[in-house]
């Protein structure tokens, strides 16, 4: 067990992320394991099942449990499973996200120079 405070708080953080990070684990296999049954069996309910499946990816890559590069493998294993059994394939619509405008700052105002004082004789 920790004694530092901060250890302490660390160990409460990484067992609520451990926690998270299953739900999401599990979710994501199981939707992956439904396609993949579906898939010798109902054609129609296939199709439904993979955009599930890629939505579950999806999610799992924006919490950060699965990384991007794999993501876009796995999704890709999936479509090609589903077109050589020859199931529908239903694209998905893919929104794209607009990047946010970045506000430009403006730029320092430099200090007003002082006019040289001229003495008088």
């Not at 394991?33 to 799992?60: C, M, V």
């Not at 090609?80 to 059994?85: G, P, R, Y």
């Not at 394939?89 to 001229?118: H, L, N, W």
Request: positive net charge; glycine residues 2%; proline residues 4%.
């Amino acid at each position: 067990m920790p004694i530092i405070k901060s250890a302490k708080k660390r160990v409460r953080t990484a067992t609520k992320a451990t926690v998270r990070n299953r739900k999401t684990k599990r979710t994501l296999k199981s939707a992956i394991k439904a396609f993949q049954t579906s898939l010798a069996g109902d054609k129609k309910k296939a199709s439904k099942l993979q955009s599930e499946a890629q939505s579950a990816i999806d999610i799992a890559v924006k919490k950060g449990v699965m990384h991007k590069n794999k993501a876009a493998r796995k999704k890709a294993q999936l479509a090609k499973s589903a077109k050589a059994t020859g199931a529908k394939v239903e694209k998905k619509a893919v929104k794209k996200v607009a990047a946010k405008p970045v506000a430009k700052k403006a730029p320092a105002k430099k200090p007003a120079a002082k006019k040289p004082v001229v003495k008088k004789k």
